[in-house]
């Protein structure tokens, strides 16, 4: 089955620098990559997802790039803010819909002030 | 637009109970998925709904069992409760038919054994 690795495991940044968090996929079968955000007490929320006939998407602050190829894919979030903070979770599945989603462990992120 | 709600918040069984988790999809959703997140990890795929079928299932044990109802709402039942199944329980709400579009979870229920 598919396996997702997922680094850092935490990431602290400065109010207005840049975070990357780096995701690797093992099932060459998989299409699907969203990137979900969890803040503490609540479930994950989409933030940005990608397919595998595009190699990159950007939505304002936030860019996922992907590289079918090698099998990773990053989250990319410019002029970070301290809201930014919380854990981000790559996943991986062939459908978008209806597919199960296998995660990564996750990224704690922490903006500073 | 209501999004996916989740019923109870928090939970707390003994060990060898069993229990019954809720889930309502959002709004034009028709396939629902759970998920078991333990504490520090990302979510793992218990099973999938759809048309009141269970269609996929994950490595879990048959204490893990469901339900969909006609209206798309789902049901998690554990048996036999272990301690190891402390953890938050989501929901993920998502539409096959009219296109394909992403999963939306809910904020799950803690569910604690004691």
């Known amino acids: 089955g598919e396996n997702v690795e997922q680094h850092p495991s935490t990431l602290s940044v400065q109010e207005g620098d840049s975070a990357v968090i780096k995701c690797t996929y093992s099932?060459?079968?998989?299409?699907?990559f969203p990137w979900y955000k969890q803040e503490l007490g609540k479930g994950p929320q989409l933030i940005i997802d990608?397919?595998?006939?595009?190699g990159e998407k950007k939505d304002q602050r936030i860019a996922v790039t992907l590289n079918k190829t090698a099998k990773h894919f990053s989250l990319h979030i410019t002029e970070t803010q301290p809201e930014d903070s919380a854990v981000y979770f790559c996943a991986a599945s062939r459908r978008s819909g209806y597919s199960t989603l296998t995660f990564g462990k996750g990224t704690m992120l922490l903006v500073s002030p | 637009d209501a999004g996916v709600t989740q019923s109870p918040t928090h939970l707390i069984k003994t060990r060898g109970q069993q229990v019954t988790l809720r889930c309502s999809p959002k709004?034009?959703?028709?396939?629902v998925s759970w998920y078991q997140q333990a504490l520090g990890q990302g979510p793992q795929f218990i099973f999938q709904y759809y048309e009141e079928e269970e269609r996929q299932r994950g490595n879990f044990p048959d204490r893990f069992s469901g339900h969909q109802f006609p209206n798309y709402s789902s049901e998690l039942n554990v048996n036999a409760l272990l301690l190891g199944d402390s953890a938050l329980y989501l929901c993920a709400s998502s539409r096959r038919t009219g296109g394909e579009q992403p999963q939306h979870f809910g904020d799950g229920t803690r569910l604690s054994i004691l």
């Open positions: 709004s034009g959703h028709d396939t």
């Open positions: 099932d060459s079968a998989s299409n699907y």
């Open positions: 990608i397919r595998s006939n595009v």
